[in-house]
């Protein structure tokens, strides 16, 4: 009897329910209550409807394969339209869609509006902010399935080279962004990350496991606290709760994956959970171009698993994790490798990894209380070794050991009052426990008179700290065309005892269909970078050197406009200024400011700074955007822009991430084939310009005396390099199955920097050589990516 009630899930796993489904739920975009009865209608030659049923789920079955638009309605609501839905055989496709209560009361018509799919999953977001997809992150060439380098294509952002996926807003340092996986900070989703950084080599976030997410720039809502610059808010998608799916990968910078998701019990619930191993081995040994001789290796994963909700609400348990390793050999390097020394060996260690349960309760007909209590850890061993004739390790250059454990509880309780009110209100707990050691040479004073530099230390701290934050706001509806959002943001770090109290504005005016008008402000605070913070002073033996440090503070003000003007078009500009003051310099007249570190693995080795320099950040975006519709789109950025900052010295300088423009042109299309048009061919290109950085030369004298690269600090920020120009053509294949099989497959070729460009990665100096040399950034690289799924 038991096998005949499992004939059904066996069949259903073998044949695959013989169509392509499109399915999910509609909730009130405020409340987050589900909608019952909303009507969810396909648009187009095959149109076809369905209802949401008292959980406020649909399903539309069949659907045809390629991309398609639904259309869901209801009473008293904005009418929301959902194009470029990519239907395949080897998936079904699984949706959150939120509506917008009209601010009129209505007995039997239906509020329209235009589609805005960018529009943020956060309501709360007015100005700077977009969301983004896992397909967008797939689709767009040059993007290596990273979704820090999706946000480059945005305008005003950039990365700091090829080598690595720092975010640079707007002029601003990379450490001022802020990550976010299901509402609670996490450490760096890097591989090969070290302490205080957001960015690396290659991301350990894996973007088949992301739900649609949002990205902002400046002036962010109030919960989001700890951050100058910017926020990725990432949520982790849920799994499919009918029937099991399956999914296995090959890409270059991804590796080897493999993917499952399903029902949980017969009763409700879900899981998806995926692995990554690294495959750039591959890369080296048919002599593609990876920036070093050397092998990475890394691997993550990833997993949410939904329990079925009952009286006590929803629970959700997720988490991430990677390690990675590689061994840089000073025998199998060279000068022009991005990362390692030719005369050393080096040895870096990183692991990262968070786990988390999410809690959603319902406590009135439109206020749930929503609750996230996890753990996180990361940790990082870096070990530099001087060689000897044979490349063995010899003399012990630097030592680095970074061991980070932090335990967040965050929750909020969010209350719809009526269709025009609904407030938000929050606390936030972030209990930090570092470990942290650093004994380094190279710079160091010989006091022994030994011939041999000594080991110094320079970081040494074990203890215990926390950052508290607490947070109100509200989204007022003037009007159906008019609406507010206010809050306001406070934060208090133990250690310091400082205490920072932010206040965030935003307004949004539709005035007419076509339309919008934006205005936001906020004031925004970070705490310094840790390792700046624990610095320990080697010339006075001052432990403290850096623990006076207040938080680092800046005021943003952005206007701007977003125009359709033709059906599936839109121009969008914004004006903005950042204003940052607080900000660390050292004591005595130099040119040093903590806003030029954070794009590298290590941060300057500073002591006894203070909380006296500023800076400003200016500039104009443009945004021209065609949805793809019609088998084609196009996305067009631009910024222009000044990034200065002061010193100590009082001397205007621009700061190390001062571009002044960033371009990019974005255009890809796809032609079904096939006798049913089932599949598809698809062209992706992407070019991207901007100006070069401004840098610090190298003090070829005082190089050469103590044999190691030295900047000129007389002349900070003086010399720039090359404008930067790099373009990545794609292409690729979907295959879809025929016959009611539920299997796809995918193959695509991604070739970056197809003109083979030398884009400066860095001038510095060669010990070896006395000289200068010039490193070059990633030449032509061809990435692949082969998946099936079923």
Known sequence: MKSLRLLPLLLLFTFGLDAQTIKGIVIDAQSEMPLVGATVQMTGSESQGAVTDLDGYFILSPVPVGRQEIQISYLGYATRSMPNIMVTSGKDVIMEVSLEEGITELDAVVVTAGSDPTETVNEMSTVSARTFTAEQVNRFAGGRADVSRLATNLAGVSTADDSRNDIVIRGNSPTGLLWQLEGIPIPNPNHFSTLGTTGGPVSALNPNMLASSDFATSAFSAEYGNALSGVFDLRLRSGNRDRYEFMAQLGTFSGIEAMAEGPLTNKGGSFVVSFRNSFVGLAETIGVPIGTNATPDYRDLTFKVDFPTGKAGKFSLFGIGGTSNIDFLGTETDSTDLFANPSRNAYPRSRFGVLGLRHNLVTGDNTYLRTVLSGSLQGNEFNEFDIDEEGE?????????????????????????????????????????????????????DLDNDGIRDLTRLRDFDGNFSLLQSFGQARYRLSDRATLNAGLHIQYFTLTEDVAVEPRLGFAYQTTPALKLTAGYGRHSQTAALPVFFFRDPATGNPDANQDLGFLRSDHYVIGGELLFAPGWSLKSEVYYQHLFDIPVDVTPTSF??????????????????NEGGGENYGIEITLERQFTKNWYLLFTTSIFESDYEGSDGQRRSTAFNNQYVGNLLLGREWAFGKDKRHRFTFNTNLTTSGGRYYSPVDLAASREFGEDIRDESLAFTERYDNYFRWDLKIGLQLNSRNGRKFSQSFFIDFQNLTNRENIFQRRFNPATGTVNTAYQSGFFPDFQYRIQF
């Open 593 to 610: 400011s903590l806003l030029n570190a954070g794009a590298d693995f290590v941060f300057p080795e500073k002591g006894n700074l203070v």
């Open 393 to 445: 390790d010899e003399l012990l250059l630097t030592a680095v050991d970074d061991q980070l454990t932090t335990y967040n509880l965050k929750s909020y309780l969010n209350s719809k009052l009526n269709s025009r009110l609904t407030i938000r209100t929050g606390l936030q707990a972030d209990l930090t426990n570092l470990n942290t050691t650093v004994d380094d040479r190279v710079g160091e004073a």
